[in-house]
């Protein structure tokens, strides 16, 4: 299993140019998250995703767009990038377990730099 | 106030050493506590998971939780060169599809 893959592993933006951020998972799993990293501030969620066809918003959702059309992909894109976004972002998964220990997989993150 | 506290370090121990690693949060209706271990320009990874208070051990680990006090803490007995990564706490109100809060992670750095 690969886990969660994530594309690019890097990219550099100028303001105003979009671009979009693939996420696979091969776990199967119903739940996946975006989330963005940034220094001082921890991980905070983007938009999320319980299942095929289906989004929402986290708790900073401005200036980004999600898809999750097929159950293993979940998309993230920057229609006019701006330099507040240059960040590290991480994609995750989580499989739904009642009851259990519904452990977050992460990927190994984009590093995205809007000039 | 952020919901969930974290010393951002770093904090550099001899290898050996017994490491404490804490959070305190705001939320009491936080149930399930989390510490994540996040390597350099990698992702993080769950480290240990434990529901309502009380304490959990795996292998050097040990994650403690004292809700009437509203403080966590991991321990690392035996600290080794590659523990040196950055530490998050996290923790959600419910089960099912987890809304998670994030401390801001600890980095620690164990000295050979």
């Known amino acids: 299993n690969a886990g969660v893959t994530q594309t690019p592993k890097f990219r550099v933006l100028k303001t105003g140019q979009s671009m979009t951020l693939l996420c696979a998972q091969d776990?199967?799993?119903?739940?996946m998250y975006w989330y963005r990293q940034d220094p001082g501030m921890g991980l905070r969620l983007i938009h999320y995703?319980?299942?095929?066809?289906?989004?929402a918003k986290g708790e900073v959702p401005d200036g980004y767009n999600v898809s999750r059309l097929k159950k293993q992909n979940f998309l993230l894109g920057l229609e006019s990038a701006a330099p507040s976004q240059t960040s590290v972002y991480f994609c995750?998964?989580?499989?739904?377990?009642?009851?259990?220990?519904?452990?977050?997989?992460f990927g190994p993150g984009t590093r995205l730099l809007v000039l | 106030q952020k919901e969930v506290e974290q010393d951002p370090g770093p904090l550099s121990v001899p290898e050996g050493a017994i490491v404490s690693l804490n959070c305190t949060y705001s939320?009491?209706?936080?149930?399930?506590f989390m510490w994540y271990r996040q390597y350099s320009r990698k992702g993080p990874e769950l480290l240990m998971y434990?529901?309502?208070?009380g304490n959990k051990e795996d292998g050097r680990f040990t994650a403690q939780v004292d809700k009437s006090s509203k403080y966590i803490s991991l321990f690392i007995r035996d600290s080794q060169p590659s523990d040196s990564a950055t530490y998050l706490c996290?923790?959600?109100?419910?089960?099912?599809?987890?809304?998670?809060?994030f401390g801001i992670g600890t980095k620690l750095q164990v000295i050979p």
């Open positions: 939320n009491s209706a936080f149930q399930y």
């Open positions: 434990t529901y309502s208070s």
């Open positions: 996290a923790m959600s109100i419910t089960g099912g599809y987890q809304k998670v809060t």
């Open positions: 995750a998964s989580s499989p739904y377990l009642a009851g259990g220990e519904e452990t977050q997989y």
């Open positions: 995703s319980v299942g095929e066809g289906t989004t």
């Open positions: 776990m199967n799993h119903e739940y």
